[in-house]
T-cell receptor, first 118, second 115 residues
Framework: EAGVAQSPRYKIIEKRQSVAFWCNPI?????LYWYQQILGQGPKLLIQ????????DSQLPKDRFSAERLKGVDSTLKIQPAKLEDSAVYLC????????????????FGPGTRLTVL | AQTVTQSQPEMSVQEAETVTLSCTYD???????LFWYKQPPSRQMILVIR??????QNATENRFSVNFQKAAKSFSLKISDSQLGDAAMYFC????????????FGAGTRLTVKP
């Protein structure tokens, strides 16, 4: 089975510019997550989708970050305008969610997008 | 709020030897799940092992096993017969059983495997 796909893998932008990241989860996975991983730290959850609805975006800086998951499949994360402190790896993950037999919460991660803001 | 602490920023092990990575967590909840994830230099995070808090038996996956001490809130990962491919960042993570959205990661431990 194909894994979680993300693009681009690397992005370098100037501060105050805009940037967008794309994620394609594993087919059939209901839950999609976006994480921010700053160098030297563990991932921090930014937003979680269940199908095409937002479950949790409490840690998403909504003044500059936005995310959507149209049709409950692919997702995009946007930053506008970017700040220096946004430099990080942005990880997308998906999990099956509720399946027969119970909750399957194992998260499968994509390779990430490394963002550098100059 | 739940916190996850990995007190060893870096660890090193000789190939074929055994190494233990430490993780402690702080929670007032009784229902939760603990995970160890591996992140090789390519950056794709992979689940290594998962433990349900209500299970007393320690989880094992081939060469990987955990020592889950619920009262001490400790969740260490033991890697036996270390291989060069085990070199990676290892993250301990906690997920609430009451709030499926609440997944917390530790800062990670970088494991080096010496040939």
């Amino acid at each position: 089975e194909a894994g979680v796909a993300q693009s681009p893998r690397y992005k370098i932008i100037e501060k105050r510019q805009s940037v967008a990241f794309w994620c394609n989860p594993i087919s059939g996975h209901a839950t999609l997550y976006w994480y921010q991983q700053i160098l030297g730290q563990g991932p921090k959850l930014l937003i979680q989708f269940q199908n095409n609805g937002v479950v949790d975006d409490s840690q998403l800086p909504k003044d500059r970050f936005s995310a959507e998951r149209l049709k409950g499949v692919d997702s995009t994360l946007k930053i506008q305008p970017a700040k220096l402190e946004d430099s990080a790896v942005y990880l997308c993950a998906s999990s099956p969610g509720w399946v027969s037999g119970g909750l399957t919460d194992t998260q499968y991660f994509g390779p990430g997008t490394r963002l550098t803001v100059l | 709020a739940q916190t996850v602490t990995q007190s060893q920023p870096e660890m090193s092990v000789q190939e074929a030897e055994t190494v233990t990575l430490s993780c402690t967590y702080d929670t007032s909840e009784s229902d939760y799940y603990l995970f160890w994830y591996k992140q090789p230099p390519s950056r794709q995070m992979i689940l290594v092992i998962r433990q349900e808090a209500y299970k007393q038996q320690n989880a094992t996956e081939n060469r990987f096993s955990v020592n889950f001490q619920k009262a001490a809130k400790s969740f260490s990962l033991k890697i036996s017969d270390s291989q060069l491919g085990d070199a990676a960042m290892y993250f301990c993570a906690y997920r609430s059983g009451y709030n499926n959205n609440d997944m917390r990661f530790g800062a990670g431990t970088r494991l080096t495997v010496k040939p």
